[in-house]
């Protein structure tokens, strides 16, 4: 990828012909990161790995069709949103239907007037950004700004869906902030919120990949997904977490240790065979269990459906 036009909008070009190719690859190069395929498997691997925004797409690809193209990454949980805009060099109801019922957003006639293409590629990247708002808002937690319940219940089945088709690693932490109803009762809410408030940063401080991320799972617990992740790399940021705490030194005069820690449980594998959330969720709050009856302030991991936790 172009460092320069990393930070543009992402649009993909399907097209196999050349000349239409270069047409609209002038046309957009100055406002957007352009990509192209030629083939609509090209387009489906390309969209599972970069996710562009929006994706020009030739209704006449030669092999898999643009329209059996546009179905397949409608299909996907990975790619349904990635808008689609069919390029097709009929003008008819009938190939203007076949389009809308393959799940294209809008589509265009050849020869595309430039105008009238970048209209309706800029509408369809307004759509998405109105879209990509609106579930921001659906999905993060009002108090700490991380996401919640509902994005963790959400992500974490299509997450694990996607390690165990690319059999890769994969690690759920779940972290407690150790005696915090004591500290409520002692600091008031106000200050507890302003403590969540700072563990909920702290804990994304470690997380340098995108595809991690971290929910508020309920009161003052949070879950970290973590694919690509062994278990030897969950530990090192459970550690990291655990150590950022502790620098920052929250002072907690209720808690026995005299600031504020957090107990951390921990499932990983390094081959996803197990996607059902709730296995993985039970297993990292067991681990977490038994670092909260082991005298918190420490990590504890769990193997995966197997009901027992490990130091």
Not at 35 to 40: E, I, K, M, P
Not at 88 to 109: M, R, Y
Not at 229 to 247: H, N, P, R, S, Y
Not at 260 to 288: F, K, R, Y
Request: with cysteine; net charge negative.
């Amino acid at each position: 990828m172009n460092l320069d036009k990393a930070n543009l909008p992402h649009l993909l070009i399907v097209e196999d012909d050349e000349i239409n190719y270069l047409v609209l690859e002038k046309i957009f190069s100055d406002e957007y990161f352009v990509a192209r395929c030629t083939s609509g498997i090209d387009c489906i691997n390309y969209c599972n790995q970069h996710k562009p925004v929006v994706v020009l797409l030739d209704v006449g690809l030669p092999g898999l069709s643009g329209l059996d193209t546009c179905k397949l990454l409608k299909a996907s949980n990975e790619t349904a949103d990635i808008s689609v805009i069919f390029v097709t060099s009929h003008d008819n109801d009938d190939e203007q239907t076949q389009c809308w019922l393959a799940g294209g957003n809008d589509f265009v006639s050849k020869p595309v007037n430039a105008l009238t293409i970048k209209h309706r590629v800029h509408a369809q990247f307004k759509y998405q950004q109105q879209k990509n708002e609106l579930k921001k808002q659906a999905y993060v937690d009002g108090l700490t700004g991380v996401y919640n319940r509902r994005y963790l219940d959400c992500e974490l089945s299509k997450k694990l869906s996607v390690a165990k088709r690319s059999a890769s690693a994969f690690a759920l932490l779940i972290l407690d902030v150790d005696w915090f109803k004591l500290y409520n009762d002692h600091y008031g809410h106000l200050e507890g919120d302003r403590c969540l408030k700072k563990i909920a940063t702290l804990i994304q401080q470690p997380l340098l990949r995108q595809s991690d991320s971290v929910s508020r799972y309920g009161g003052e617990e949070f879950v970290c997904i973590l694919p690509q992740t062994d278990l030897v790399g969950a530990k090192l940021i459970a550690e990291q977490i655990q150590a950022l705490i502790a620098q920052t030194n929250i002072q907690h005069q209720a808690s026995p240790i005299g600031h504020v820690t957090t107990s951390i449980g921990i499932t990983a594998t390094h081959t996803v065979n197990e996607t059902d959330p709730v296995v993985w969720i039970n297993s990292a709050d067991e681990a977490l269990f038994l670092a909260k009856n082991n005298g918190r302030n420490c990590i504890k991991t769990a193997k995966l459906g197997e009901g027992h936790a490990t130091n």
